[in-house]
T-cell receptor
Framework: DAGITQSPRYKITETGRQVTLMCHQT?????MFWYRQDLGHGLRLIYY???????DKGEVSDGYVVSRSKTENFPLTLESATRSQTSVYFC???????????????FGPGTRLTVL | AQSVTQLGSHVSVSEGALVLLRCNYS??????LFWYVQYPNQGLQLLLK??????LVKGINGFEAEFKKSETSFHLTKPSAHMSDAAEYFC??????????????FGKGTHLIIQP
């Protein structure tokens, strides 16, 4: 089915381990985003990408790395997981930005990550 | 500083009563405004958006919101609450000065509770 998917949906890991969260979209949207959702904070932007091989930091990027070798994939890596990175992570995409009518972001179902 | 504020982390209404969820933004330039809904263990779904066309915006599931520039507000309403409306609601903003590529800025969310 077309859309935006995330994997895994649930992940438990230990402090210090490397973890990669996957995001895949089938719309060929140019822009992709990673957010984390924490109680009392809403969603906060971690990284975004305007196109393949173009990425930039968001509000809370420390401890995270992204890559985008293909338009449809936007993996998020926690290089050395910490307990403070326990959160729900959402990936989103949109075809373009800055033009109002096309700014709608479409969200994946989320990945719930627990760091012990 | 540009920001978005949702008043009330929890709102409780009776089934059939008016739903009013408040959102205010802080910006010298009117932004693009969105309301998203999140049902338990799911991703975010767009309810409606304001992109400088009509100030009264109608969305899905009977929700609507009115953009009031003088009050820097974008409150979400529904005339008659239904049990299925129980969810978390997020107001989100794209500030045009940022070009939109830096993603959505979210409020902290309002949990809507529907009393039978």
């Amino acid at each position: 089915d077309a859309g935006i998917t995330q994997s895994p949906r649930y992940k438990i890991t230990e402090t210090g381990r490397q973890v990669t969260l996957m995001c895949h979209q089938t719309w060929s949207h140019s822009y992709m985003f990673w957010y984390r959702q924490d109680l009392g904070h809403g969603l906060r932007l971690i990284y975004y990408s305007a196109a393949a091989d173009i990425t930039d930091k968001g509000e809370v990027s420390d401890g995270y790395v992204v890559s985008r070798s293909k338009t449809e994939n936007f993996p998020l890596t926690l290089e050395s997981a910490t307990r403070s990175q326990t959160s729900v992570y959402f990936c989103a995409s949109t075809p373009q930005v800055g033009l109002g009518d096309t700014d709608t972001q479409y969200f994946g179902p989320g990945t719930r990550l627990t760091v012990l | 500083a540009q920001s978005v504020t949702q008043l009330g982390s929890h709102v409780s209404v009776s089934e059939g009563a008016l739903v009013l969820l408040r959102c205010n933004y802080s910006s010298s330039v009117p932004p693009y405004l969105f309301w998203y809904v999140q049902y338990p263990n799911q991703g975010l779904q767009l309810l409606l958006k304001y992109t400088s066309a009509a100030t009264l915006v109608k969305g899905i599931n009977g929700f609507e919101a009115e953009f009031k520039k003088s009050e820097t507000s974008f409150h979400l309403t529904k005339p008659s609450a239904h049990m299925s409306d129980a969810a978390e609601y997020f107001c989100a903003v794209i500030f045009p000065s940022g070009g939109g590529a830096d993603g959505l800025t979210f409020g902290k969310g309002t949990h809507l509770i529907i009393q039978p």
